[in-house]
């Protein structure tokens, strides 16, 4: 499938603005900036991009402890987000959430969720609404290859299964469920098995080459459209930084980090392909970098001096819509 | 001229009424229509009480959804499908099966309007069946109600009468918070009033004041209400006049209602089905020793199970259930100031 | 594989008192004698008998809400279960289980479970410690169709298969879980599929077929007790009665248990072919017939006169070992 | 010469020792080895929270297992294998996660015993993490323990030092029942006290009494007891004398010891970080106002969360949690008896 320009450009700004924002988030977690834990998407952008460029705003994704880049990939405001990581006033979600359970439910981004399989039930839920009020709209849950392993992932794939739900599971296998090798925890190996014994299509994707994952989830996504039930993706890639901000990943193979970064950036690997085939050029993309350095530059300073929120009035809000 | 419903009728008409008013309201369960997938009848069951029984017959596949055996799966696809336009009700057949699926509701459905800073919206209702006395043991019997109202973001509703019983369920469905709605296996058959036809909502913390009195307050909860009246009865003849207080909901709980009784009467007894520590009787007892202690004339008397689990054997789980005698017993205590 | 005469009465004996058991609770129940939810094993027999067969008393199972045919099958005591049914003090529980909640640890019966889902994750544990403590003794877990369903089955795969635990998953498949066909509830149709998911070996087996089920079911616990890991074995077949007492069953179809006792009865089918081989004579299976219903009747003859439990000393009694 | 060893330092320690006198316990969990099945170090984690480090390389794989993420699975499991022979101490990494594997305890472990006739024996051990301060918000910070004090069967633990985190810990690993062991995850580090060398039990059931006083009696749960012994040294220092009681278990529950201590006082200010309905607290102040009420001078103040999630915002966070502060000013209220 040829993408066009426009559907390139934004891919590309979506996967970097992704990038530039774990990467900066690192850096201000190092200073002491950020409280709480982090876990960084950067590495494993093609997946949330490659997915998320075939779904509108009324398409729902269910996120994990990894969230920020499925919040970027799904058009979730940036500054709004770094706002939220401060834990500001004026965060996405008014400082309450957090990175842990960032969401913005105006963009279809249902949340980061910080329990490991909470989220698939609640796509299926996603998918359901869909289905019942005929909106044509499907849903994504991303879970990663720790979470394929929790009972909650598992019955969720035969009731969407069973009950034909227009929906996506995204299955980000990078490897490593904190310091879990996947190949151990993961019965077999891989969880595309599951997508057989579950009765529905099922696919393995490079999740370093963005274009791989979005011809995948492009024919899964009209799959959900046409009303033929759902899809299991298994996206095969790694991570650049720890489990979360201060993991030591003594774990992880010698020179295995700077492996993926030399020979396995999405980011490298999609401007290579669309220069080499004369999609765009490198000074097209490199102006898409510096707008989106500048974009997060100006997010941080934003949030470094917004106003936290105020105990006496937040506190004991939004606990409930009627009292 | 009455309209004498059965609890069961009761909810099935709330139900129904609901469905009709809202189409945007759906029900899913474990056989809540029954026979999906089955060579027989559809609609075969209407729920393992049969509450639901009817229903799919009315509103169809698309409304009446049943469920495989997935707790986890299926009340968490009631939350989401409440964040995006939907209002589910959905059936967790017995509450005791709580533990494979609280996740959804403990750190899901109580937790996203507060995490996502108010913008989240989820109006999902768990009907569920609690309750000793069907000789169904440790693992069917539990009233595990106190557990909810201990999270935030939860609304619990444990109605007593058949009356209650649709009122509260319609406001539950209305409500744009999630609600966890306890019916007591036993009132199914058991509790019988005047249900008017029209459909009418009880509002969520405003308690019933069952009898008015002035030596004692009784507050009590789900069956435990018709054992306290039973016990009111006799004390009356002993000239003891007790107030009997249904909070109907225990989050919110009516505070109120329950403080001005006790500056009246300056004497508690709490009646809660539930295993004691940790329970609305200890709850309930809490708020009045700090609130209205200068109202006190007397200890706060619990009665309530015994913190041990639900035993089998029918004269086990008869000793096990609070009894009319036992509430008896501790009001006589109370008004020794004892 | 030739069974021996010794293997043949007893499994015969197993079978037909579970049968004789449960028609009897079945007329006790509709008379009012016995309180509760009773759910019959009638026309099962052949899986807990073909199973329990390759079992001793070291080796561990846990059952279902439909439990009393795995306990005869491993052993417990009739008149003891009866007792129990009645909810008298001399129960195999004291009376504080009932039908649900039947076990007879010293068996190595773990428990009925009325928590659909609840048995496999305590099986795994049995297995962990038969390996952990080398006993060489395995574990089996009996579930439903149902509950084949259930997260916390599927992760109890998983977990087995990474764990290489010694165990057996025996998917009673009885095509309904209540009143709703297992043809739906189960995507795919089938359970085996999740063997290969979870990376175990996996079978299907005619469940009227004794034979059938005790070689595949011997196979699999030899496995275990190599050190081999787990098997699925998925046991096809129905029911005789209602799910529980007092289910009309009109989801199912017209003549559907007829035909089921008509022509696919285990325990007809067993005589026919022990006979025909001349393993065993007819009346050598009629005086065991004979054997068995006079030791229901004085089970029940027993359960009727025995004595309750007495509140004011058991009501409080075997919730902690130490207060 | 003393001996200081960290919260954490001290539970390591327990852990240790009990596998080093007993072969038939282990350990399992979410990477408490770490690494297994990664091309790098293997016990590279020793557990979130660094409390099973190093017992990965003492014990082998065979006593310290790694798990996938399935708490139903292998919680139950550890469950399971006590029932077998072996004394299993899971951990729970936080217990915010109890609700995707409930059941085990509450319909499973709790249970047998009772179901069984007192025939089973579970000596499992629980360890979980929980409590606010570390910016985790809503789904890992919570203070679930009242939930499970709720639960007949379970035995709860709630240390509040390095020395009670270790005495403690062997009891519960040498007792037969089933025991949920709270550790707070703010105290691995904050706590610190001289801890004996040699392996000791301290018995459950049996509160520490950590200051003597007669104005007011302050029971106080896990970092709560030093907060609350904070606002005593101010209130000392007005001339407000409290005698500060730490339970260490809450189910089974010192009762003689904090009615004894009311009887002498007439007052009660119970700390808690649970929420508020439903809690220890409430707990706590029922069973005073039914067993102590003739000695009662003021109302129970119970200081505890707010009815809300745990925010994220550190501001928030900090007023969300009970302080010495609002301690201070609950014990003052119920000095002026109001
Ligand atoms: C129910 C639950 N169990 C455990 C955890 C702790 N935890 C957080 S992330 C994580 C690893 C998740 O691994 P994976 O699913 O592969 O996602 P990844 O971090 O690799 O993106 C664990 C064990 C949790 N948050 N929730
Ligand atoms: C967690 C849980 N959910 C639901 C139930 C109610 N229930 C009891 S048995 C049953 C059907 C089980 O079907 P299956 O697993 O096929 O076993 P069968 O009854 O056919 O032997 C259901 C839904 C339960 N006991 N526990
Ligand atoms: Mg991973
Ligand atoms: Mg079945």
Same mark, same amino acid.
């Given at each position: 499938?040829q993408?066009?320009?426009?559907v ?18 690192h ?12 876990h ?7 997946s949330?991009?490659?997915?998320c ?18 919040c ?5 405001d940036v ?18 959430g957090?990175s842990?359970?960032?969401?913005d ?15 698939p ?5 996603a ?21 394929s392993?929790?009972g ?29 090798g ?13 997508a ?5 299509? !099922? ?8 274009? $791989?994952?979005?011809?995948? /989830?492009?024919?899964? =996504? %009209? *799959?959900a459209r ?7 993706i298994?996206v095969?890639f !790694?991570?650049?930084y ?5 993991? $030591?990943q003594?774990?992880? /193979?010698?020179?295995? =980090? %700077? *492996?993926?970064?030399a020979?396995h ?9 669309v220069t080499e ?16 350095d ?10 470094r ?6 105990p ?6 939004d606990v409930?819509?009627r009292? | ?8 009728d ?14 945007t ?7 809540i ?14 729920g393992d ?9 009315q ?10 055996i997935s707790?986890?799966s299926?009340?968490?696809?009631a ?17 005791d ?5 609280f996740d ?5 459905a ?5 995490m ?5 919206k989820t109006p ?12 169904t ?9 106190s557990m909810?109202?201990?999270?935030p ?12 019983a649709?009122?509260?369920?319609i406001?539950?469905i209305r ?15 058991e509790?019988r009033?005047d249900?008017p036809?029209?459909?009418y909502?009880i509002?969520?913390?405003e ?7 002035d ?16 016990a009111a ?8 006049s007790?107030?009997l207080?249904d909070?109907r ?5 009516d505070?109120?209602s329950?403080?001005?009784?006790v ?5 508690l007894?709490?009646?809660d089905?539930?295993y ?11 708020l ?16 309530t ?7 089998f054997a029918?004269?086990?789980e ?9 509430i008896?017993?501790a009001?006589?205590s109370?008004m020794k100031?004892?």
């Amino acid at each position: 499938m040829q993408l066009n320009r426009d559907v390139l450009t934004e891919s590309y700004r979506k996967m970097r603005t992704i990038r530039a924002f774990e990467e900066k988030v690192h850096d201000l977690f190092e200073t002491g900036a950020l409280p709480g834990f982090v876990h960084l998407y950067a590495g494993e952008e093609a997946s949330a991009v490659g997915v998320c460029a075939h779904l509108d705003d009324e398409d729902r994704i269910v996120s994990t402890h990894r969230g920020h880049g499925h919040c970027i990939a799904k058009g979730c405001d940036v500054e709004g987000m770094m706002l939220e990581l401060f834990g500001r006033r004026s965060g996405v979600c008014g400082g309450k959430g957090g990175s842990m359970h960032i969401a913005d439910l105006s963009k279809g981004m249902m949340g980061a969720n910080a329990i490991v399989g909470g989220g698939p039930p609640l796509a299926c839920g996603a998918a359901l609404a869909a289905k019942t009020l005929k909106t044509g709209k499907v849903a994504v849950t991303f879970t990663g290859d720790g979470g394929s392993n929790q009972g909650t992932t598992l019955e969720s794939l035969n009731l969407a299964s069973v009950w034909k739900l227009p929906m996506l599971f995204v299955f980000e296998n990078n490897g490593y469920a904190e310091s879990t090798g996947s190949g151990w925890s993961v019965a077999g190996g891989d969880i595309l098995r599951r997508a057989h014994a579950f009765d529905m299509p !099922g696919f393995q994707v490079d999740g370093f080459d963005f274009f $791989a994952v979005h011809e995948i /989830a492009g024919e899964a =996504v %009209e *799959r959900a459209r046409r009303g033929e039930g759902p899809t299991l993706i298994e996206v095969k890639f !790694g991570r650049f930084y720890g489990h979360h901000e201060g993991d $030591a990943q003594t774990y992880r /193979a010698k020179g295995e =980090v %700077e *492996r993926l970064r030399a020979d396995h950036d999405c980011l490298k690997n999609f401007r290579q392909r669309v220069t080499e085939a004369a999609l765009l050029t490198g000074s097209e993309l490199d102006a898409i970098d510096a707008e989106v350095d500048r974009a997060i530059e100006s997010a941080v300073a934003v949030s470094r001096k917004a106003a936290d929120p105020d105990p006496a009035v937040d506190l004991l809000t939004d606990v409930y819509i009627r009292y | 001229m009455a309209r004498i419903l059965t609890y069961r009728d009761a909810l099935r008409e709330a139900l129904r009424q609901a469905m009709e008013e809202d189409p945007t309201v759906i029900l899913m369960g474990e056989d809540i229509a029954g026979g999906k997938g089955a060579p027989g009848e559809q609609d075969a069951w209407g729920g393992d009480m049969g509450v639901t029984k009817g229903l799919w017959g009315q509103f169809g596949d698309a409304r009446v959804i049943d469920t495989p055996i997935s707790e986890a799966s299926y009340i968490g696809a009631a939350v989401g499908a409440a964040t995006c336009g939907l209002r589910p009700v959905a059936e967790l057949m017995f509450v005791d099966f709580m533990g494979v699926c609280f996740d959804q509701l403990l750190n899901q459905a109580a937790k996203f309007r507060y995490m996502f800073g108010g913008k989240a919206k989820t109006p999902v209702v768990i009907r569920t069946q609690y309750g000793a006395g069907y000789r169904t043991a440790a693992q069917h019997s539990q009233t595990l109600y106190s557990m909810f109202a201990h999270v935030p973001g939860l609304k619990v509703v444990v109605p007593s009468t058949a009356y209650d019983a649709k009122g509260l369920l319609i406001s539950a469905i209305r409500d744009d918070d999630p609600v966890i709605f306890f019916e007591h296996k036993v009132l199914y058959d058991e509790a019988r009033d005047d249900v008017p036809e029209a459909p009418y909502a009880i509002p969520f913390g405003e308690a019933n004041f069952v009898r008015e009195g002035d030596d004692v307050t009784i507050v009590a909860l789900g069956r435990m209400v018709h054992f306290a009246a039973k016990a009111a009865d006799v004390l009356a003849k002993n000239g003891v006049s007790c107030e009997l207080i249904d909070p109907r909901t225990i989050s919110p709980l009516d505070e109120d209602s329950i403080l001005e009784s006790v500056e009246k009467t300056g004497r508690l007894v709490v009646v809660d089905e539930s295993y004691p520590r940790c329970s609305m009787a200890a709850d309930i007892a809490g708020l009045v020793v700090d609130k209205a202690f200068h109202a006190l004339k007397a200890p706060i008397r619990q009665v309530t199970a015994p913190h041990t689990p639900v035993p089998f054997a029918p004269v086990l789980e008869d000793a096990f259930i609070p009894s009319p005698a036992k509430i008896e017993a501790a009001v006589r205590s109370v008004m020794k100031g004892a």
